[in-house]
């Protein structure tokens, strides 16, 4: 890519304190309503859905922290957050075993992780939650592959709320973030010859997006048509402006499932080009 946008790293004394300190705090407040919901609504799929509202939620408190004391530096940015967001995940396991009424509080399992890790193994031994109309146990190794997945998930979803928000555009001499927008007449279709698509690519990753003041807009971006899916971040502080840029085109599995390919990411441009292709109302 010719011009594609590069974070400052700058990290402020307010980042390096708030960032580990919100995720600690949300992780502990979503772990512990996310052991509410497993323990009181004992059916996998619920639990799954669970799961991944806890990431979600995870992800937008993430962002808002990020945004807030404008953090520009993903990978620090990401390593204070998974290390508050660690913190609350094993505060998270206190309040999972409090759950079972071993008779032991949250704090005496949070001062003591040799004794949590071992009431840990012995409940995997044994399992506390089961499957199917038969309500078959779930224990040993498939209960551990169900933990183990579940934390991975949830990392990934600390890793991805911090680091994606601290890479973009952000405006240093006005000291603002830039603004996230879509055209608001949907996917643009793909040019009609593999030649005129091969010239469009190239041509975007040179920061040359005259094609979309043009192009056939009459798509839903949710749509299963071949197309492209464009994000732009502008500034009225700024005479440049950056664009993401995906491209559906057709699977080719069984399913013909459409599959999404990033063409260029914070790629640069005019200002003035991506304000025309905003300024577009109508499909053409």
């Known amino acids: 890519m010719a011009n594609a946008y590069k974070p400052s790293n700058h990290v402020s004394p307010s980042s390096i304190l708030f960032i580990p300190l919100t995720a600690a705090l949300a992780s502990v407040v979503l772990g512990y309503l996310y052991v509410l919901g497993v323990r009181h609504i004992p059916f996998i799929y619920i639990n799954i859905v669970t799961l991944f509202a806890w990431g979600a939620a995870s992800m937008a408190i993430a962002k808002l922290v990020i945004r807030g004391t ?20 094993y505060v998270h396991w206190a309040f999972w075993l409090r759950s079972l009424d071993l008779g032991f509080s949250v704090g005496e399992y949070l001062k003591d992780p040799g004794f949590m890790i071992q009431l840990i193994r012995e409940i995997n031994e044994e399992g506390t939650w089961g499957i199917g109309k038969s309500w078959r146990v779930v224990n040993g190794t498939p ?3 169900v933990w183990i997945v579940e934390f991975v998930l949830y990392l990934w979803t600390l890793i991805h709320g911090v680091n994606g928000p601290a890479g973009e555009p952000f405006d240093e001499t006005s000291g603002k973030w830039f603004e996230k ?50 994000t732009l971040y502008t500034s ?46 109508d499909p053409a």
């Open 70 to 89: 404008k953090a520009r530096n993903p990978f620090v940015a990401g390593f204070l957050g998974v290390l508050g967001g660690l913190v609350g995940y």
């Open 143 to 145: 209960l551990l592959i």
């Open 181 to 230: 927008r879509k055209p608001k007449g949907g996917a643009f279709e793909l040019p009609p010859s593999s030649e005129e698509l091969e010239t469009a690519l190239r041509n975007f990753s040179n920061g040359d997006f005259s094609y979309f003041l043009t192009a056939p807009m009459n798509l839903e971006p949710r749509s299963e048509s071949p197309c492209f899916l464009l």
């Open 236 to 281: 009225p502080d700024s005479y440049e402006a950056y664009a993401t840029l995906e491209m559906k085109t057709p699977g080719g599995g069984k399913n013909d499932k459409m599959k999404e390919t990033t063409v260029v990411k914070l790629e640069a441009l005019s200002k003035a080009q991506a304000d025309s292709i905003l300024a577009r109302r």
